[in-house]
C-alpha cells in the first residue's frame, strides 16, 4: 500500500517515541549544559552567520533591499536549518542499523522504525532552530507576517523525502560499508546545488531547468517566500515536491522492507 509506512509509524508510535527520548538523552547525558546544547548549537551558528555575513562580506539578498544586511544570516540560517535536517539524517543512515544491532538480534524487533527515530530526533532540533529563527526574527526584522504560519506545511515534503532516503541508504549501507563515504559526498554537493546560500533566481538560465529538478529547490524557497517575503508558497512545485517525497518514503520504506530479512546475517 503506498502509505503502509505511514501505518507503520503510527501503529509503533509509543516505541519510536521512547527510542527518540532514549536517543536525545544519551547525546546530552553528562554534557554540563546537558537539553541547553539544543538551543545553544544554532544560537552559536546564527552568531557565526551574522557576524561572517554582515560584517565580512558584507552580503545582502536580493529579496530584501530595504531590510540591511543582517538578514542576510537569517535567510542562510533559514536554509541551513531545513537543509540540515535532510543532510544529518541521510549522513547517518548507513550506519543507523549497526548502532542498533543489540535490537535487531530480537526477532520482533521492527527495525523499519529506526527511520523515524533518526527522522524525529534531527526534527527535535530542527524545531529548536526555527523557534529561535522566529524569535530572532521578531527582534531584527519585525513581527513574522501571516505566511510563516505556513511553515510547518513546508516541511513535510522535506520530512518525507528524508524519512525514505534513511530507509534506502541505512539498507543499502547494511551492504555497502563504504556508502558513508559517499553520503558525506553527496550531502556536500547538494548543498552548494540547492538554493540556501542563494536564491533560484540567480541561477544561470541554460542550467535553471536542471535545478528545478532538484526536490529540495521548491521546498527551500517556498520556506523563504512565506517567511521573509510575505508571500504564499508556490504551490504548484511544493506539490510535486511533497508527491515526489511521498514517492521516495514508499519506495524506501519497500526496499527496506524487503531487504530487512537479511540484516542480522549480514551485520
Known sequence: ?????????????????????????????????????????????????????????????????????????????????????????????????????SYLKQLLFPSEILAWVCLLTAGVRLCVSLLLLFVVYGVVVGPPPLSSLLLPLIVVPIALLTLGSIWIFSAVGVFMRDLTHATAVLTTALLFLSPVFYPASRVPEAFLGWFQLNPLTPILESARRSLFEGQLPDWGPLALATGFGLLVAWGGHALFMRTKGSFVDVL
Open 1 to 101: 500500500m503506498p502509505l503502509s509506512f505511514l501505518a507503520s509509524g503510527l501503529r509503533h508510535r509509543r516505541l519510536i517515541l521512547r527510542l527518540t527520548r532514549a536517543q536525545l538523552q544519551a547525546r546530552y547525558r553528562g554534557a554540563w549544559l546537558g537539553w541547553l546544547w539544543l538551543l545553544v548549537v544554532p544560537l552559536m551558528l546564527l552568531g557565526v552567520y551574522t557576524f561572517v555575513f554582515s560584517e565580512v562580506f558584507r552580503a545582502r539578498w536580493g529579496t530584501l533591499p530595504d531590510q540591511g544586511e543582517a538578514p542576510f544570516a537569517l535567510v542562510l540560517f533559514c536554509g541551513m536549518t531545513l537543509y540540515g535536517l535532510f543532510a544529518e539524517c541521510v549522513n547517518e543512515a548507513p550506519t543507523l542499523l549497526s548502532s542498533y544491532q
